[in-house]
């Protein structure tokens, strides 16, 4: 033990020294980047890019840049590297700075701000898209075995409220690195596009990447201003009903059974909602489901139809909207008579009822009679 001290002693004198060489110097001074640009890469995609400065100081630290996205959404973050990819809408502009840090736990050094700015496209004010709305769908592609699954996209807007008469829309959709123009358009009564389909698109059902979607124009009377946004594939999917649905009763006992929707998830990524009607009373009962399968207890003189819709499951995306409800199956019996013969038995019971007063009103009358035919007899 007492050789091993001076060693320990040693050890941790040097374990200091190295500290403080790695720990940043209060007297150094940190640069800001040069050369900062930013380039558009894609339809809502930039690439920022910077250089580290050539007369940055160089010591046994590692330097980092914070980036700050100033517009149109702001945000921040922190990167080693000397370019970022960001994307976003531009049709507002974009703008963003960078500097260089040097940190520990304890203390923050940073340089002064690199900035640099994109102009928002031109156009005249009024003229672009509103209310730009897409959604996606998929369907089973059984000439593929690359891709048994094809994605279709269906966007809407509504033209500018100050777009001339003469203006004629274009949209254009990015994914990943695919970009594609719209080639099938609905039309208004002007003859202007206001609506797209991409019956194949190259989107993925289960990506996680943005879609990107551009509306430009054009005009003989004014520049059209263009249009981008954003959106989350899990919040504009379409997803299929349920297939295949079917119901049975056995005595009291409703069994309903269905096969996940078409859609490139598994089984197991799907959420359910089972309604079933019960057409007599009128009671409605809802269930959620994580299987495809469901028994109910029912009374057995109704008739009841039956319903069910999907989800994908937020285990395996974020939540996003529910299908279609599946086409109604009608089970059981209702016993619930006809008018007809409600009508019938009422006016059954009611000549009844009369001819019973009738009779009762002859009898009545038929008892003096007797008695004087009695009397005068005797």
């Not at 007492?2 to 004198?13: C, F, R, S, T, Y």
């Not at 209060?26 to 809502?44: D, H, Q, R």
């Not at 009373?281 to 319903?307: C, H, R």
């Amino acid at each position: 033990m007492i050789i091993m001290a001076p060693v320990l002693l040693i050890l941790l004198g040097a374990t200091e020294i190295l500290q403080a060489d790695l720990l940043p110097d209060e007297k150094i001074s940190l640069l800001p980047p040069i050369n900062f640009t930013i380039k558009v890469t894609g339809l809502a995609q930039v690439l920022l890019h910077w250089e580290s400065n050539p007369d940055q100081e160089q010591r046994n630290v590692n330097l980092e840049y914070q980036v700050k996205i100033n517009a149109p959404k702001e945000d921040d973050y922190e990167t080693r590297i000397t370019e970022s990819k960001c994307v976003t809408i531009l049709h507002k502009g974009f703008s963003a700075s960078v500097r260089t840090i040097l940190q520990n736990d304890h203390s923050l050094l940073a340089s002064s701000w690199a900035s640099a700015e994109l102009h928002a496209p031109p156009g005249s004010p009024g003229t672009s898209v509103v209310n730009l709305t897409c959604t996606t769908n998929t369907t089973a592609d059984n000439y593929s075995h690359l891709r048994p699954y094809q994605v279709s996209l269906h966007c809407t807007w509504l033209v500018g409220t100050d777009a001339p008469e003469d203006t004629q829309y274009f949209l254009y959709y990015r994914y990943g690195s695919w970009t594609e123009e719209c080639q099938e358009y609905s039309k208004d009564s002007l003859g202007r596009n206001i609506a797209c389909w991409f019956p194949r698109t190259f989107i993925r059902s289960r990506g996680r990447d943005w879609l990107a979607v551009l509306v430009n124009g054009s005009s003989k009377h004014s520049a059209i201003k263009p249009f981008d946004q954003l959106f989350a594939l899990h919040a504009i999917d379409r997803i299929n009903p349920p297939l295949n649905v079917t119901a049975e009763i056995e005595g009291t006992r409703l069994s309903i059974q269905w096969e996940k929707p078409v859609s490139a998830f598994p089984i197991h990524c799907f959420d359910y909602e089972v309604k079933i009607h019960n057409a007599r009373n009128g009671y409605l009962q809802v269930e959620k489901m994580m299987t495809n399968t469901f028994i109910s207890i029912i009374d057995d003189l109704s008739k009841y139809d039956v319903q069910v819709r999907a989800a994908v499951s937020s285990m395996c995306r974020e939540a996003g909207l529910w299908s279609e409800w599946s086409q109604p199956i009608y089970v059981g019996k209702d016993e619930h008579k006809p008018l007809r013969e409600w009508f019938l038995i009422v006016l059954m019971a009611t000549i009844c009822f009369i001819l019973l007063i009738l009779l009762l009103i002859c009898r009545i009358k038929l008892v003096p009679l007797r008695q004087k035919l009695k009397s005068s007899v005797i």
